[in-house]
């Protein structure tokens, strides 16, 4: 059975940092482009970072240079690691599993597997 479980998820002020987590079952994170998405009220969810097979990444321009998608193999974890946090960055997010690209890809409607989210709240 697959899953994919987020963690590290909580409140933060302006500025600070977080680290997600997303512990893959069922799954291998090295034969899957993995993505990080969220969803704020009342928007869409939209592709944040996205991590290849071939350890390609790519990030929405809203995050680049501040976000941080990486995955540690052995322990089958996907990570997001988001520093100088903002207020807009505030919404739930989700880990995703594409098994059937090479490269990072921030495109959602491709990914088949996703968890069941985790709540980022950056307070001004």
């Known amino acids: 059975q697959v899953q994919l479980v987020e963690s590290g998820g909580g409140s933060v002020q302006a500025g600070g940092s977080l680290r997600l987590s997303c512990t893959a079952s069922g799954l291998t994170v090295t034969t899957n482009a993995m993505g990080w998405f969220r969803q704020a009220p009342g928007k869409e969810r939209e592709g944040v970072a996205g991590?290849?097979?071939?350890?390609?990444?790519t990030y929405a321009d809203s995050v680049q240079g501040r976000f941080t998608i990486s995955k540690e193999n052995a322990k089958n974890i996907l990570y997001l690691q988001m520093n100088s946090l903002k207020p807009e960055d505030t919404a739930i997010y989700y880990c995703?599993?594409?098994?059937?690209?090479?490269?990072?890809?921030?495109?959602?409607?491709?990914?088949?597997?996703w968890g069941q989210g985790t709540q980022v709240t950056v307070s001004s």
């Open positions: 995703a599993a594409h098994p059937y690209a090479a490269a990072a890809t921030l495109n959602r409607y491709v990914f088949t597997r």
């Open positions: 991590i290849g097979r071939d350890s390609s990444t």
